[in-house]
């Protein structure tokens, strides 16, 4: 059976804030048709938890691409890929593995695994694709991107109650009994000398 496919009309996802969980990630590589440079990437599809706006596109996924920084190996002098603090991917690697794997990550202690990303949350802007914000497609703009923090929970400890008998409670109507710090002669609001 040969599978038949249409038309599809893309629907855009704008937002200011959203909670974006990273569904599937992985690495692409290509050559710009423009330029003819090589680029590669990290395709996340992104799955919209929540945002401020609404919550009727909560459930929606959008893919958007992660650019990995071209640079030449001193070494060797080949061509290799990288990330940056001041990046998409560099924003993005440490609101989703946390600062010290970004650390580790930058310092070579650690290589950078995909698939460590799936399953992790991120907070985010969610703009047009295209350097003027103006495409036709959602993008995560990357100087929004933060990460997802736990809210912490403490726990209050209540004041005890004092139990108090019938005989001692206070009905609707009673007279108060009477104290000498509530008379107006005590009270500077009541004073109608000053």
Known sequence: MTEQFGYVENELFLSQRAMLLLESVSTERGVDKRTGDEWAALEIDHKVLQYE???EMEGETFSDRYYFKKGRNPRTG??????????????????ALGEKTWEDLKSGKQKLNP???????IWARITRSGIEEDGDYSAVDWKSIGPVVAKKTTRKTKAPVQ????????????D???????SDENNPL?????
Do not use: C, Q, R, V
């Open 115 to 121: 698939d460590d990303l799936e399953g992790k949350k």
């Open 78 to 95: 080949k061509t290799t890929f990288g990330f940056k603090d001041n990046s998409k991917i560099g924003k993005l690697l440490p609101a």
């Open 176 to 182: 108060l009994p009477e104290d000498a710090m509530a």
């Open 163 to 174: 139990e108090i008998s019938d005989e001692e409670a206070y009905e609707p109507g009673d």
């Open 53 to 55: 706006e609404s919550d």
């Open 190 to 194: 009541f004073d109608k000398a000053s």
